[in-house]
């Protein structure tokens, strides 16, 4: 077990590195310089040049790369442009209403999602199925903005019991979790649904039942296990989607998390600050991508014995 | 697949059976697809868009741009069915141009995606070894940025234009194409026809294009229209955050992010908007559902 651990905890390691290359050369691929930036159009010539000097951009790119590479390694991003703060520390300070908003909206979509493929996979061909299944593929279709601005409209303008904006109290989190997790909801019931009727259909279900086991408990007990595989995987492919809903979410609701900060970052062509922000969405998905195949094995015996086996 | 087209058009004197015999697997698709009412309903509702979209110069009753001071802010009447905007423009009209927009950046994304991201695929998927194993990696590495941060660093790095939107929405729909294609690319490449075209000395370049890529043709087409519909999202929701297509020209995702600010007084102008996303976005869904269904009909349940 340890072993799988720490073979896929390999691979995390040149995943990363590709990613930190691509957002170094796509950071550095961009008009306007960050000394302009930074000094405003009052600057005269020699000062941009001099801070141009001191950020290191009169190296070579690769040497820049070089030291983005080190620095990062020992845990520090650089410094935001616009606020002078560690990137390390603007992104943690921000992290934990990203995470507990991605969580939210990570349970929602399975306590819902879950529920419902199920009931559409035993109702197969009635209008139960196709009830369930036609508010899946709309739940999968509609923009999450747009549902963020009617859920607005209709919680916080017309009936007025909920918050717009902020993240006080609980309340806050109604609206921007149901946002964050509709898409990911949607997939869920739409894999759930087929791994059921595939499973369903399986000879030891069909024995089980022949051997008089009641009806819930055949599904407790024989079905739900081998259905959670592939749901596992998906809601680990979504939970990365999902990271980056949060860019739309916390913009509509006025939540300061990670993903205003990437775009405010954008807007201001605060490199240092959009560089490390997606370098760390980058490693948060590559750690819910670990979990999620951790969980396999648990979920799935075989994965576990085989393991045992090869040691 | 592996028949003419041409059979599928050639006058049949034979019998019925004979004429069952001749119809193309595509014939076939087309055949499944039609029984499938809920596809075809999605396809109709994405070709009256492609309609709409070509004709908008002559649906639309007024000029999507028009400001008129004087009628700013108006809710739906006989005369604006869905209102005018804070500068008095006709929503109708702007929502009706505003298809263009939205299907030219889903198909012109998906075609950047389907194009490289299937070279890449078949290239992999053909010679495998190391090359495959490089490229798959760096798709590995597109995969783990969220699509949407993606598209927003590459739109930031490059500048909002339309242009612009396309690649990135493109560049972040990579992955999905190249793995599909791989996967095909992988079962097809051993082939008996494959070799037989290796042995009349065929080059690599042109064994992937005639041999191998279209019998990847089923998952790319399945994967392309889902593609669309994903990449009208991402562009909407790209300009939604002021990212992507700036104000005046009308598009959707625009449209209800400057909308946003009368959600209180004038909630028909975020609506609208929204609502015509998604409806294009689930008739695409939709459509591409029972086109995978079609194609494959071992995946149907």
Known sequence: MLRYFLKRLMFLIPVLLGVSVVIFSIVHLAPGDPAEVMLGPSATQEEITNLREQLGLTKPLYVQYGIFLTNALKGDLGRSIKSNAPVVDEIMERFPATLTLAVLGMIFAIAIGLPLGILAALKQNTWVDALCSFFALVGFSIPNFWVGLMLMLLLSIYIPILPSSGFDSWKNFIMPTIVLGIQTMAVIARMTRSSMLEVIRQDYVRTARAKGISDRLVLTRHILGNVLIPVVTIAGIYFGHQLGGVVITETIFSIPGLGRLIVDAIRAQDYPVVQGGVLFFALCVGIVNLLVDLLYAVLDPRIKAQYRAAK | ?301
């Open chain 2, 1 to 301: 697949m592996n028949n003419e087209n041409g059979t599928l058009f050639a006058p049949s004197s034979g019998r019925t059976k004979e004429r069952e015999k001749r119809r193309s697997p595509w014939w076939e698709v087309w055949r499944r697809l039609r029984r499938n009412k809920a596809a075809v309903a999605g396809m109709s509702v994405v070709i009256l868009l492609v309609v709409v979209a070509v004709l908008a110069p002559v649906l639309a009753p007024y000029d999507p741009n028009q400001t008129n001071i004087k009628m700013r802010l108006q809710g739906p009447s006989s005369e604006h069915p869905l209102g005018t905007d804070n500068f008095g423009r006709d929503m109708l009209s702007r929502i009706i141009y505003g298809s263009r927009i939205s299907l030219y950046v889903g198909f012109v994304a998906v075609g950047i995606g389907a194009v490289f991201g299937g070279i890449l695929g078949a290239i992999g998927g053909y010679y495998g070894g190391r090359l495959d194993n490089f490229i798959m990696r760096c798709m590995d590495v597109l995969l783990a940025i969220p699509q949407i941060i993606l598209a927003i660093a590459i739109v930031g790095a490059l500048g909002t234009s339309l242009l612009n939107l396309m690649i990135a929405v493109g560049i972040s729909q990579l992955p999905r194409y190249a793995r599909v294609v791989r996967a095909s690319a992988l079962t097809v490449r051993g082939q008996e026809y494959v070799e037989a075209a290796r042995a009349v000395g065929a080059s690599d370049a042109r064994i992937i294009l005639e041999n191998i890529l279209p019998n990847c043709m089923a998952p790319i087409i399945v994967q392309s229209t889902l593609g669309v519909a994903q990449a009208i999202l991402s562009a909407a929701a790209l300009s939604f955050l002021g990212l992507g297509i700036q104000p005046p020209t009308a598009e959707w995702g625009s449209m209800l992010s400057s909308g946003r600010q009368f959600l209180r007084n004038a909630p028909y102008l975020t609506f609208f908007p929204g609502l015509a996303i998604s409806v294009v976005v689930l008739a695409l869904n939709i459509f591409g559902d029972g086109l995978r269904d079609s194609l494959d009909p071992k995946l149907r349940q």
